[in-house]
């Protein structure tokens, strides 16, 4: 994130995210008729993506710089595009469609837009040692330096298009957690 705007008590941003996710499961094998078939493949199919974000990020301020409580919640929200592709047997898989009795086959490999909302909290590590966050920040620049826990919901799914890849989840549980440490600089 970088922080451009800081009035009182606050802080605004803009942020950006990637990284990488992976699912996989036995491949199925299908019988002539189109159904799945009861015998078990020893090939995996394989689902990756890469999420890609652009954050507008608000981070409320007051608490550790005024008050002394060395807790710093913030929130995002943007657009995201989720870059996927599905191995299936080590291969990139092809999607098999038929369009007015016409039969074609593609590689199932493609993206999707959508958005997200972030919230998180943020604890400022400044507190435990107030020397050695200054001497961090005169010999490395670091500002301030904090543990992090985030919540992230995206809704990748084109914007309520059917005909893209859904990669949205479905529930609250589904919401993908993170945490870390932060620097701020």
């Known amino acids: 994130d970088w922080q451009s705007v800081h009035p009182p008590g606050f802080s605004l941003g803009l942020g950006g995210s990637a990284g990488f ?10 019988n002539d008729d189109g159904t799945p078939s009861d015998v078990v493949s020893a090939d995996y199919t394989v689902l990756n993506v890469i999420p890609f974000a652009a954050l507008l990020v608000v981070r409320i301020d007051v ?5 002394g409580v060395p807790l ?19 291969d990139t898989a092809m999607v098999t469609s038929t ?16 958005w997200q909302i972030n919230t998180g909290l943020m604890f ?10 200054r001497t961090f920040d005169n010999e490395v620049g670091v500002n301030h330096s904090y543990l992090f826990v985030e919540f992230l919901w995206a809704w990748v799914d084109r914007f309520g298009d059917d005909d893209y890849m859904n ?3 479905d529930t609250f549980a589904g919401a993908t957690f993170l945490g870390g440490v932060a620097f701020e600089f």
Do not use: C
């Not at 400022?124 to 966050?133: G, I, T, V």
């Open 167 to 169: 990669l949205s989840t």
């Open 63 to 67: 608490l550790a710089d005024e008050v």
């Open 124 to 133: 400022r590590l400044d507190s435990f040692d107030a020397m050695s966050a």
């Open 72 to 90: 710093v919640p913030f929130f995002k929200i943007g657009l995201n595009w989720y870059l996927w592709w599905i191995l299936n047997g080590g």
């Open 21 to 30: 996710m992976q699912e996989y499961a036995k491949s199925m094998i299908m």
């Open 99 to 114: 369009e007015n009795e016409a039969e074609t086959s593609e590689k199932a490999v493609g993206g999707t837009l959508g």
